[in-house]
């Protein structure tokens, strides 16, 4: 019976030092405002269906206004999902070391990855393809 009563004991306690100390790093990411249920329906279809972006991806991707446009967007995202964009996506570090240097697993790096690829495609949807058609 005591080693039942301190096991639960002990949880308790790393749970009121949990909830003391949330984790920075992620908190910035869980908190920003995103959510998939704006872009699916419960069928998992779009809701708004991503727009023409015309034209050929790597002439687009060539102009230099594009791609400030892209910093501007990644300047807007929380600061570590920005960074682990940029290393995969830009510079092609492999996701495992994308794990080691901030210290997560696999599965949260490829969300933070989704979160990126969702908000920068909604980011250039409005701020430069809205006023190309």
Same mark, same amino acid.
């Given at each position: /019976?005591?080693?039942?009563?301190?096991?639960?004991?002990?949880?308790?306690?790393?749970?009121?030092? @949990?909830?003391?100390?949330?984790?920075?790093?992620?908190?910035?990411?869980?908190?920003?405002?995103?959510?998939?249920?704006?872009?699916?329906?419960?069928?998992?279809?779009?809701?708004?269906?991503?727009?023409?972006?015309?034209?050929?991806?790597?002439?687009?991707? =060539? !102009?230099?206004?594009?791609?400030?446009?892209?910093?501007?967007?990644?300047?807007? /995202?929380?600061? &570590? /999902?920005?960074?682990?964009?940029?290393? @995969?996506?830009? =510079?092609?570090?492999?996701?495992?070391?994308?794990? =080691?240097?901030?210290?997560?697993? &696999?599965?949260?790096?490829?969300?933070?990855?989704? @979160?990126? !690829? /969702?908000?920068? !495609? @909604?980011?250039? =949807?409005?701020?430069?393809?809205?006023? &190309?058609?």
């Amino acid at each position: /019976m005591s080693t039942w009563l301190i096991g639960i004991l002990k949880h308790k306690v790393i749970d009121y030092y @949990r909830k003391l100390t949330p984790e920075s790093a992620d908190a910035s990411i869980e908190d920003f405002a995103y959510s998939t249920d704006s872009l699916f329906n419960e069928k998992e279809k779009w809701k708004i269906k991503p727009g023409d972006w015309g034209g050929d991806p790597k002439n687009v991707y =060539e !102009r230099k206004e594009l791609m400030t446009v892209i910093h501007a967007c990644l300047g807007d /995202m929380p600061e &570590k /999902m920005a960074k682990v964009y940029t290393l @995969r996506e830009i =510079e092609g570090v492999t996701t495992a070391e994308i794990c =080691e240097l901030f210290q997560t697993g &696999k599965n949260n790096c490829w969300v933070i990855l989704y @979160r990126a !690829r /969702m908000l920068l !495609r @909604r980011c250039l =949807e409005v701020n430069w393809f809205a006023g &190309k058609g």
